[in-house]
Every structure is written in C-alpha cells, then in structure tokens.
T-cell receptor, first 113, second 115 residues
Framework: QQQVKQSPQSLIVQKGGISIINCAYE??????FPWYQQFPGKGPALLIA?????SEKKEGRFTISFNKSAKQFSLHIMDSQPGDSATYFC????????????FGTGTRLKVLA | GAVVSQHPSRVICKSGTSVKIECRSL??????MFWYRQFPKQSLMLMAT?????????EQGVEKDKFLINHASLTLSTLTVTSAHPEDSSFYIC???????????FGPGTRLTVT
C-alpha cells in the first residue's frame, strides 16, 4: 500500500516537445508529492512539489498535475531540451511523523536534439 | 539555498575494513537526515532516518550493526559501513530536511567500491 508506481520506465522526446511522466499511489495518507531530477553519478535535485489541496502547480517549464480522486500525479516538461535528459523520480511522503519518502521506480528521459 | 555535501565522493576499500561517509548540511540546520542506497539504474532505497541526538531508525532488512549511523549535530550525520564486503559496493546518498519543511535536499552521493 506504500508503493508508488511510475511510468513509463523510459521516454524519448524530440527537442521542443512535451515530456509526460506519471505516478500513482495507494496510500491516501500521503500528502506531499515531490519530483526529483537525477543526472548520472549525482544526487537527486528537487524540481517541484505539490500538496493535495491544489490540482496543478507550475514552475518554469515544469508542471505537476494532481488528481486526488484517482490518486495520480504527473510531471509535464514543456519545451523539452537535450539538457533535460536525466532520470526523473516521483515520490510520496507525509507532512508529519517520519517525513520519509516513498520513491517511484524512475523514468529515464532522453531528449533528442 | 540548501546545500548538502558528502565526503568522500568516491572510496575504494578492501573487504573486511570499515569506511565512514560524512553528510553535512552547509547552509541550514537539518532536523532530520536520511541515508539511501542506489544500485545502477534503480531507484533510491531508504536505509535509515536519523534525527539529531537520537538513535537512527532503520528500514526493514537493513542491518543496523553493519550500517552505523550517527547524527552528532544539526549539520552532520555519518554512515559507517563496518566489515565491508563486495556486495556493499553501491552509491550511497544522504539527504537532509529543515525543521518545518517537507522537502529533502540531497547530497552528491558517495560511490563505494569494496575489493
């Protein structure tokens, strides 16, 4: 029940296109949903995060869409660039207690020039 | 900013020896620090959660006597891999959380190779 399912496993997008990565969760007690970007050999970097009280959050080219009833959330990368090629992880967490993350399995994004 | 550093970035050690990895929050006080392990092309696996001045809470299946965690101050946590074996070779990443905040800031990771 604490799993976070992420899809697709890999994604190839043309430069300028939209990259969409989806995550789904079961535990309705989760109330914090961050997305991280990781380059090979580096630690993950926080991109954007959302709480369940909003359905969408946008920061620059990155947008999170959140569907509380479906228990799904997604990351949209607009105008994708070759520099966006990385692995993206969604996570689910709680805003009290342990604050630990449950990570998705990751999506390897490649943006073609 | 919220910068987390790790030292060393890479370490090679012989089987049977112990190795210590440091995790520091450089510009904030970290109420909680987390230690993860990541295998190639896989997700991050939480090993343990530590709060300053308290014993670490280990995830199921993680040997606490093998992976010793010390959160000595609000800016420093250490992970010691004791009696390391080749199967302990992995990428170890720490993260830190500010008090009152939900997000975790990750360090750059430490590549451990046990020969």
């Amino acid at each position: 029940q604490q799993q976070v399912k992420q899809s697709p496993q890999s994604l190839i997008v043309q430069k300028g296109g939209i990259s969409i990565i989806n995550c789904a969760y079961e535990n309705t007690a989760f109330d914090y949903f961050p997305w991280y970007q990781q380059f090979p050999g580096k630690g993950p970097a926080l991109l954007i995060a959302i709480r369940p009280d909003v359905s969408e959050k946008k920061e620059g080219r990155f947008t999170i869409s959140f569907n509380k009833s479906a228990k799904q959330f997604s990351l949209h990368i607009m105008d994708s660039q070759p520099g966006d090629s990385a692995t993206y992880f969604c996570a689910a967490s709680w805003t009290s207690g342990t604050y630990k993350y449950i990570f998705g399995t990751g999506t390897r994004l490649k943006v073609l020039a | 900013g919220a910068v987390v550093s790790q030292h060393p970035s890479r370490v090679i050690c012989k089987s049977g020896t112990s190795v210590k990895i440091e995790c520091r929050s450089l510009d904030f006080q970290a109420t909680t620090m987390f230690w993860y392990r990541q295998f190639p092309k896989q997700s991050l696996m939480l090993m343990a959660t530590s709060n300053e001045g308290s014993k670490a809470t280990y995830e199921q299946g993680v040997e606490k006597d093998k992976f010793l965690i010390n959160h000595a101050s609000l800016t420093l946590s250490t992970l010691t891999v004791t009696s390391a074996h080749p199967e302990d070779s992995s990428f170890y990443i720490c993260s830190a959380r500010k008090q009152g905040r939900y997000e975790q800031y990750f360090g750059p990771g430490t590549r451990l190779t046990v020969t």
